[in-house]
């Protein structure tokens, strides 16, 4: 079973859409959660940290829920260069990260 | 930008050569990892580092090996190069302490024919 499960997409969205993208994590003693941003042919880099309470980083919004074990990503009013694909990552053992295999986002004009 | 460097970003071999990727990072970070990723696929952990002289394999079966005798430096070697390891290699590294950053290199992509 993987660590981490994502719905690989792809996601074809208009320009000013709002768009979510979901995953599940297997290990209830996950640490730490992330949304990382991968460009085609890219390394990926972070976009941003999940905490329990949920936050949010302009257009962009985490939410964690541990019970369900269960972590999403939304985007508003999205914009072209958000075409990518997401990442969700999982931190647990201090130092090991488990990385998705990634939802692809297509944003068109 | 992060300040982590690999080298080579592309590289092509023939079966049997022995090969080794560069990592290296100024940002003079305690953790290093390299993770493989196929097209497609998720990245793979298949070595990571606490420090210099310490290595453990991930969990993903390799048969690189790896070494850190300087903070900065974190080479993965494959003594011989097969087809199968055909793939990108991504090497990472983050501070120590609880903050969950990786830095991430631009990759080294291995086609061994």
């Known amino acids: 079973r993987k660590e981490v499960e994502q719905d690989p997409g792809p996601f074809n969205v208009p320009e000013g859409a709002t768009v979510a993208f979901n995953c599940t994590y297997s290990?209830?003693?996950?640490?730490?959660f992330f949304w990382y941003r991968q460009d085609c042919r890219k390394e990926p880099k972070l976009l941003m940290s999940?905490?329990?309470s949920g936050n949010e980083d302009g257009r962009f919004t985490a939410q964690l829920n541990r019970a369900s074990q269960y972590i999403s990503l939304l985007i508003r009013d999205s914009k072209l260069s958000d075409s990518a694909t997401y990442l969700c990552?999982?931190?647990?053992?201090?130092?090991?990260?488990?990385f998705g295999s990634g939802t692809k986002l297509n944003v068109k004009p | 930008e992060a300040d982590i460097y690999q080298t080579p970003r592309y590289l092509v071999i023939g079966t049997g050569k022995k090969i080794t990727l560069e990592c290296s990072q100024t940002m003079g970070h305690d953790k290093m990892y390299w993770y493989q990723q196929d097209p497609g696929m998720e990245l793979h952990l298949i070595h990571y580092?606490?420090?210099?002289?310490?290595?453990e394999k991930g969990d993903l079966s390799s048969e690189s090996t790896v070494s850190r005798i300087r903070t900065e430096h974190f080479p993965l070697t494959l003594e011989s190069a097969r087809p199968s390891h055909t793939s990108q290699y991504l090497c990472a590294s983050r501070i120590r302490g609880d903050t969950g950053e990786l830095f991430f290199g631009e990759g080294s992509r291995l086609t061994v024919l």
């Open positions: 290990n209830s003693a996950s640490q730490s």
């Open positions: 990552v999982v931190r647990y053992n201090f130092n090991k990260f488990y």
């Open positions: 580092s606490y420090g210099v002289n310490s290595t």
């Open positions: 999940v905490y329990s």
